[in-house]
T-cell receptor, first 117, second 114 residues
Framework: GAGVSQSPRYKVTKRGQDVALRCDPI?????LYWYRQALGQGPEFLTY????????KSGLPNDRFSAERPEGSISTLTIQRTEQRDSAMYRC???????????????FGPGTRLTVL | AQSVTQLDSHVSVSEGTPVLLRCNYS??????LFWYVQHPNKGLQLLLK??????LVKGINGFEAEFKKSETSFHLTKPSAHMSDAAEYFC????????????FGTGTRLKVLA
C-alpha cells in the first residue's frame, strides 16, 4: 500500500479481555515503531523492531504488553488482560532504515483507538 | 538523554497573521529535530526536519523552522496563518541511542480565528 495501515481503527473491549492490534508498514521499510498516545499528550515510545528483531522494548509498560514482527513486515501489538488505563490511541510508524537513520522520517499510520470498559 | 519542551500548550492567532510555535530541545549531541502536525481524527504528518545541512529549514504549507544551537531552540513559524492550519503540532527529537525512536513534546494546539 501507499502508507502505513493499522487495524482495527477502533476497538472497544471489556476489562480483562486480550486485544491484538495490527500494523502493516510501508513496503521495504526495515524499522517499525509502536507508540501510545494518551488524550492531550504527545505519543510515547513503546517498542522498536529492526526487520524481525525486537531491539528495544523499554517503553512497554508491563508484561501484559508484547509485540512481534515475525517476518520483518507486519507487526502485532498484543495487550493481555486489558485494564481501563490501557485506553489510548496506539500508533505504528515505519521508516526506511539504512545509514542515515538518524534523519529518517517516520511515517505514521492512522492509529487504533482502544477503549477498555 | 534527549528531550523537547513545547512552551505553549495552546496558541491562538487571527487568520492572515504570523504563527510562532516554540520548541526547545535538550541533547548532548547534534540533534535530529522534526515538526509534525496532527489534524483532528487524522494521522501525524511531517512538516519539516532538521538534519544539520542548513539551520533554516523550509517545510510544507509555508512553514519553516530555524535551528539555533546557542538558544537550543527549533521554533516553527509561518508568515500568514490560514484556517486550515488549525491543528496540533508536535516538536520531536530523534533518540540517537541506536533505535532513533522519537521523543515527542507535549504538543501545541493552534487555533486560527476568522
Amino acid at each position: 500500500g501507499a502508507g502505513v495501515s493499522q487495524s482495527p481503527r477502533y476497538k472497544v473491549t471489556k476489562r480483562g479481555q486480550d486485544v491484538a492490534l495490527r500494523c502493516d508498514p510501508i513496503s521495504g521499510h526495515v524499522s517499525l515503531y509502536w507508540y501510545r498516545q494518551a488524550l492531550g499528550q504527545g505519543p510515547e515510545f513503546l517498542t522498536y523492531f529492526n526487520y524481525e528483531a525486537q531491539q528495544d522494548k523499554s517503553g512497554l509498560p508491563n508484561d501484559r504488553f508484547s509485540a512481534e514482527r515475525p517476518e520483518g513486515s507486519i507487526s502485532t501489538l498484543t495487550i493481555q488482560r486489558t485494564e481501563q488505563r490501557d485506553s489510548a490511541m496506539y500508533r505504528c510508524a515505519s521508516s526506511a532504515g539504512g545509514r542515515d537513520r538518524m534523519y529518517n522520517e517516520q511515517f505514521f499510520g492512522p492509529g487504533t483507538r482502544l477503549t477498555v470498559l | 538523554a534527549q528531550s523537547v519542551t513545547q512552551l505553549d500548550s495552546h496558541v491562538s492567532v487571527s487568520e492572515g497573521t504570523p504563527v510562532l510555535l516554540r520548541c526547545n530541545y535538550s541533547s548532548s549531541y547534534s540533534p535530529s529535530l522534526f515538526w509534525y502536525v496532527q489534524h483532528p481524527n487524522k494521522g501525524l504528518q511531517l512538516l519539516l526536519k532538521y538534519t544539520s545541512a542548513a539551520t533554516l529549514v523550509k517545510g510544507i504549507n509555508g512553514f519553516e523552522a530555524e535551528f539555533k544551537k546557542s538558544e537550543t531552540s527549533f521554533h516553527l513559524t509561518k508568515p500568514s496563518a490560514h484556517m486550515s492550519d488549525a491543528a496540533e503540532y508536535f516538536c520531536v527529537v530523534s533518540d540517537i541511542s541506536g533505535t532513533y525512536k522519537y521523543i515527542f513534546g507535549t504538543g501545541t494546539r493552534l487555533k486560527v480565528l476568522a
